[in-house]
């Protein structure tokens, strides 16, 4: 899973990146609206978490356009308001949710967990894909009740494509999800396919059908037909 932090306090915009990484997420992060404006407009995340007082802009514009270009990320504001008016403003613009300044780490991560359950998997804890399943919370990848053991890259691989199943996904997408925005120039995949070829192998030795199809000069796609 891709975070975008937008929080112009460095000392806190890297507290809250070092542990979400520690947490298994991918992590971009810029200090001022203009920059999150551009990151917002140019790459996908799957939950934005955004300042509201920021240099040059105001947070709630971010959310804003986040809704105007459709977005499926979720959003939480943070800010050191404790203000009504601008809690109201933020989830009537279509945030998630609100945390004010202080918080604990663990509870932002909570709350990101919940979006992301209720947005991904309906609510729940686990996911599967026939014989399958990934305990999303747990970090854990169980093939007919087997437990595959998995590196962070191969479980966000399978995570993604699961999310993403019968879709096809292109390399470009899969290289900014899972290793960050700047991969998506890389100037070639090679990578990729050096992790789905070990994902795929241990899927398939322990039980699992082979799903990953390749889809020639595009990238590929998770199925079962």
């Not at 990151?39 to 986040?66: A, E, F, N, R």
């Not at 609510?123 to 990934?134: D, L, Q, W, Y």
């Amino acid at each position: 899973m891709k975070i975008l932090i937008i929080e112009d306090e460095i000392a806190l915009q890297q507290s809250i990146q070092h542990y979400l990484e520690h947490q298994g997420y991918v992590c971009e992060a810029v200090s001022h609206f203009r920059a999150g404006m551009e990151k917002v407009q140019q790459h996908d995340y799957d939950c934005v978490v955004v300042d509201i007082g920021l240099p040059l802009g105001s947070g709630l514009d971010i959310v804003k356009v986040l809704k105007d270009i459709q977005s499926k990320a979720g959003i939480i504001i943070i800010s050191a308001k404790n203000a009504l008016e601008d809690k109201l403003r933020g989830l009537e613009l279509g945030s998630d949710d609100y945390l004010t300044k202080p918080f604990h780490l663990s509870e932002l991560n909570a709350r990101i967990n919940a979006i992301l359950r209720r947005k991904n998997f309906s609510g729940n804890k686990t996911t599967s894909f026939n014989e399958i399943t990934i305990d999303v919370e747990a970090r854990r990848v169980t093939v007919n009740d087997k437990v595959v053991d998995l590196t962070e890259k191969e479980f966000n691989l399978l995570q993604y494509f699961i999310i993403n199943k019968r879709r096809v996904l292109t390399k470009i997408a899969i290289a900014e999800h899972i290793w960050g925005d700047e991969y998506g120039q890389a100037s070639n995949y090679d990578f990729i396919y050096a992790h789905i070829k070990n994902l795929r192998k241990k899927l398939v030795e322990a039980g699992s059908e082979d799903y990953i199809k390749t889809v020639y000069g595009t990238g590929y796609r998770f199925t079962d037909n």
